[in-house]
């Protein structure tokens, strides 16, 4: 029924008010956000067709947060920022080995997971800096990642390797336009694929010889 109803607004530019006796005329543009496949929905019959295209004329996808983990200490930053004003804290940053094992968790909560965690760690530290301390234990004992991944070296690595395999994904892995984008030597690029252990198809996006 709620299908149905939104089918009609975003066909007729109408609809009648709660309590209203005639229908409103209106211009809105509509923003659709889901987490859902609804081209999957569609094919199996649970999301009505005609709904779909009419929602789906500009398409943003949003990768996950553990697919642009390049995103992260920024994001870190932006929440900091966020809570510092809303709580009147004074928080300064995080440690360089929080953020490492930040770096290392899959987000399965995507961007919505971390800045629970953020806005947790500032009822434990309203002033200084963000330490480990201040992390749940699904961060800082999953895998015990915390006695492999703790120094500022290991988080600017995973932030370096993160940082290539997106512009490779992004270039559908040919190599060279991946080191054009990150401003590298192809060489160069090549010798941190290796040194990452970053996992490539056997042909890239320009030609096809293998690695």
């Given at each position: 029924?709620?299908?149905?109803?939104?089918?009609?607004?975003l066909?007729?530019?109408?609809?009648?008010?709660l309590?209203?006796?005639?229908?409103?005329?209106?211009d809105?543009?509509?923003?659709?956000?889901?987490?859902?496949?609804?081209?999957a929905?569609?094919?199996?019959?649970?999301?009505?067709e005609?709904?779909?295209?009419?929602?789906?004329?500009?398409?943003?996808?949003?990768?996950p947060?553990?697919?642009?983990?390049?995103?992260?200490?920024?994001?870190?930053?932006?929440?900091?920022h966020?809570?510092?004003?809303?709580?009147?804290?004074?928080?300064?940053?995080?440690?360089?080995?929080?953020?490492?094992?930040?770096?290392?968790h899959?987000?399965?909560?995507?961007?919505?997971?971390?800045?629970?965690?953020?806005?947790?760690?500032?009822?434990?530290?309203?002033?200084?800096?963000?330490?480990?301390?201040?992390?749940?234990d699904?961060?800082?004992?999953?895998?015990?990642?915390?006695?492999?991944?703790a120094?500022?070296?290991?988080?600017?690595?995973?932030?370096?390797?993160?940082?290539?395999?997106?512009?490779?994904?992004r270039?559908?892995?040919?190599?060279?336009a991946?080191?054009?984008?990150?401003?590298?030597?192809?060489?160069?690029?090549?010798?941190?694929?290796?040194?990452?252990?970053?996992?490539?198809?056997?042909?890239?996006?320009?030609?096809?010889?293998?690695?």
């Amino acid at each position: 029924a709620l299908q149905v109803r939104l089918l009609r607004v975003l066909q007729e530019r109408c609809f009648e008010p709660l309590g209203g006796a005639s229908p409103v005329t209106s211009d809105a543009r509509i923003i659709v956000a889901t987490n859902r496949d609804l081209s999957a929905m569609v094919k199996a019959g649970s999301f009505r067709e005609d709904l779909y295209y009419r929602i789906n004329v500009v398409r943003v996808e949003l990768p996950p947060l553990r697919r642009r983990k390049e995103d992260l200490p920024l994001l870190v930053d932006q929440f900091i920022h966020k809570f510092n004003q809303l709580h009147h804290a004074t928080v300064q940053g995080i440690a360089p080995e929080a953020l490492s094992l930040l770096m290392a968790h899959d987000w399965p909560g995507n961007v919505r997971e971390l800045e629970n965690i953020i806005e947790r760690a500032f009822v434990l530290c309203p002033h200084g800096m963000l330490q480990l301390a201040h992390l749940p234990d699904e961060i800082t004992l999953h895998n015990n990642r915390i006695s492999t991944v703790a120094t500022l070296h290991d988080a600017r690595s995973q932030l370096e390797a993160q940082t290539i395999r997106t512009a490779l994904e992004r270039n559908a892995y040919n190599r060279l336009a991946a080191a054009r984008e990150l401003g590298m030597h192809k060489t160069t690029l090549f010798r941190k694929i290796k040194q990452f252990g970053i996992d490539l198809p056997r042909t890239d996006g320009r030609s096809q010889w293998t690695h």
